[in-house]
């Protein structure tokens, strides 16, 4: 029960940390810098505002839409989800599958936005070399226990700058994780059956509206 309830507590902190990394422009930022400033700006966009935001799911989501849908390479992290059966997926279905997917992400860790705490995270020297495409910005998460929590942070460099498509707690990548679900339920069913699914969950909204 405890093991669980730990778990659930990380698992809440995972889109908050998310919107800090890529709440803000990073062409021209080393990713270090994005964290930090980014923190900034996330404290501020939810000052004075939780608990309206707590009552107003669809408030929170377009919140989160703002800020998190330029900044997070959505398609990449859907690619590395679905892996051999993207290859074989036709356009429409990794269209659907991308938008489906990214709006399932923000409904499952919504609520973890409203347990931001930028006190509680510290940023640790990036030791990365940023001449390759992809980095690992570190960080250190403290809970209300003391613990304290390796979150790291895989960015890819695109055209428009540094962008996030994966959070690893301690030792864990949110990809894989997804990704082993998603293999299981399609081997089950099918793609389109979880294309369906979650688009029925998320009440059809399109990422792109």
Known sequence: MIIRAREKLVKRIILAAILGLCSLSVAAQAPNDV???AADLLDAALKDRKEELAADKDALYTLIDGILMPRFDREFAAKNVLREYWKSA???QRER???AFYQSLVRRYAEGVLEFDQSRIDILPFRGDLSKRYVTVKTIVRLDDGTKVPVHYEMKKNESGWMI???IIEGISYIRTF????KAEIQRSSLDAVIERLESEVGGVNADE
Do not use: H, I
């Open 165 to 167: 498509f994966d959070v």
């Open 179 to 182: 990704r082993a679900e998603m």
């Open 90 to 92: 036709d356009p429409g």
């Open 97 to 99: 599958y991308v938008n």
């Open 35 to 37: 964290v930090s400033e």
